[in-house]
């Protein structure tokens, strides 16, 4: 406890604004990635709140010609926030929602590192991100935006807003996950502490790891396809468009080799948190280290090869569909071998149920649902029923919301006491997740009956028929906006008033747990030696 | 710092630091390949599917032009490498220049590529639906030979100034990270035991001098 002796951690090692913005430890510059991405996550979440509000009542107009139930001014406004919340929950948000944040924090302490192996690097991607969100958010509130995320053409071609800034701002915030996945690719490789062989690497590294891949390996293409379309529009070099020859499917096709494997992006590292809360609260080694290390390996492989379930109705070969459709099933065996694994690790532990792991038992609960509803989807007849109605966005969001965010609330909760040495209220935390976990399925689960009803998706309004199921899916957005504020009072709360936290508060076996709470500048008095595996539990 | 090496905390020596970086610009090469790669599928799936257009719009292209590009690219990755070289066997002012002569042979690449722009743009070529067909064909019937015959040919151009163009910024980035290895040279930064700079600059610049050499054929010689 050399360092806690005279006090000195990386928080308060050195003061002032300046000394975070130009910061190159890693710890640091996690919570840089904790402040902006949580701001994001907020304005986000403000645009859902108000997407889900308009939706709450079916717009009519009555004998008088005036519209009633309408919230937003118009239906193009609906369109523009619609293209918000999700530019900013998947760009700046999911994506580089755990690597960025946890990731950046623990990945070198849990390979007993000093720092990633490119600290001015990481800084950059930092800055990357930030450049990025800027421009975004300058398109966003001086101009509009009504694309949607995906920026499909022939529409983002001919749409008269700010498209190509826009797509500018996406391509910069690339440039940021490209440069955090570089880093973590060469810091597992060439940074582990003495005897922290690859298989004794923390499942959480191992996701990370995975994640890196992707990132390094798909995101280019993002960037050679948003570039395209910026021409596109500025130059109509005739790539996407069909009176040169060119083709707009062509567009999906590079849209989503990138887009589905970043879905993966999404998931792999919440997998590999939901590993470390898993064995950490059952006390109990994790069952199939190797299985679960492979199968994100698995994954990342597999994610490649699936792009094109996202055009079975956008006309692409019939036999291009099956074997689209084929490979897709084969992305439930690897996550499948995960949840199964998970589970038997659970069987027989002494489990508790501390708030990490109540969201960890809430990620495999909703997970689940949107695993096997992802399985439905990628049957082909399935598939051209739902495609582009409610269920598909029940599903991503029961993948991404019940999944990744489920996991990031859970590895806070987790990590907290080392990140700032402070304990959280563990009844605010376990209420915040009544409230998300309630909610959330009071929001999407109607959305699923929608969806298989045939209401489309990225609508302004509905028919009367749709409304009741509606209203209730809009009165779940309000629960998890409740649960959403407890959190961050029980964020707030801890930081302030928080009691002193022990250097292994529950108990884990990894190695982040042996460096101070919160950490010295060096993560560890000494370099850490590995004896033995990461869940040896007694 | 490690016998006159600076070497960060967290890595063990200067050979550790060396190989993390050599890693880390082998992965970043990855991804500019990737990126050159949307490109070339692109390439590929539309020449399929007219190739006539492709080789009517390759004719506008000079080869000659091209090919001393090519020569001069492969010349400079040659200077590049002696640059390295001689920054290993600690010879920093053979370095300096050879790193001099690689930044002039991107000018000249440069230079050439802005004289064969200027001339399209003065011939109404330019890319997509931009192009100036009327003013292309009369350029034509001007020095006798046939109109064009493609509807599409835009697209032609379309890749050529998309995948020159985004090539060529690469070259300039090239030349600014050259320079920036010439002028810590000059100022005695390097030697045998640390040259990591060099080194991760030299690979890209052989990364991007590659991708002409893919990019010459498929643009200059493909009718």
Redesign the interface.
Known sequence: MAHAAHGSNYLNAEKGLWSWLTSLDHKRIGILYFISVMSFFLLGGIAALLLRGELFAYNAVDALGKTTGQLLPSADAYNQILTYHGAIMVFMVIIPGIPAILGNIFLPLQIGAKDVAFPKLNLASWYCLMAGASLAMFTMFSTKVDTGWTFYTPYSIKSGTAVTTMVLAAFITGMSSILTGLNFIVTVHKLRCPGMTMWRMPLFVWALYSTAIIQVLATPILAITLLLLAMERTFGVGIFDPKLGGDPVLFQHFFWFYSHPAVYIMILPAMGVISELITTFSKKTIFGYTAIAYSSLGIAAVSFFVWGHHMFVSGQSEFAGIVFSFLTMLVGVPTAIKMFNWVATMYKGSIEFASPMLFALGFLFLFAIGGVTGIMLAVIPVDVHFHDTYFVVAHFHYVMVGGTLMAIMGGFYYWFPKMFGKMYSEFWARMSWVFIFVGFNVTFFPQFILGAMGMPRRYFNYIPAYEPLNRISTMGSWLIAIGFLMALYTIINGLISGAKAPKNPWGSKTLEWEADSPPSVHNFDHEPVVTAGPYEYK | MINGVPV????RDAS?QF???K??IW??M???I??????FV?YL??HM??PE?FAEGAQFLDWRLGFINTLVLIFSSLTMALGIYFCQINQPKKAVGALAVTILCGAIFMVIKYFEYTHKFHMGI?????LDLEMLNHHLHEMGKPAIVS??L??YF??Y??MSG?HGIHVILGMCMISWCLYRCMRGDFNPNYYTAVEGVGIFWHIIDLVWIFLFPLLYLVG
């Open positions: 960060q905390e967290h890595y550790h190989a993390s970086a890693e880390g992965l970043f990855a991804t500019e990737l990126m050159f790669g949307g490109l692109g799936i539309f599917k007219y257009m330019f890319p997509g639906r931009m509807t599409n835009g697209m379309g890749f100034f998309c985004l």
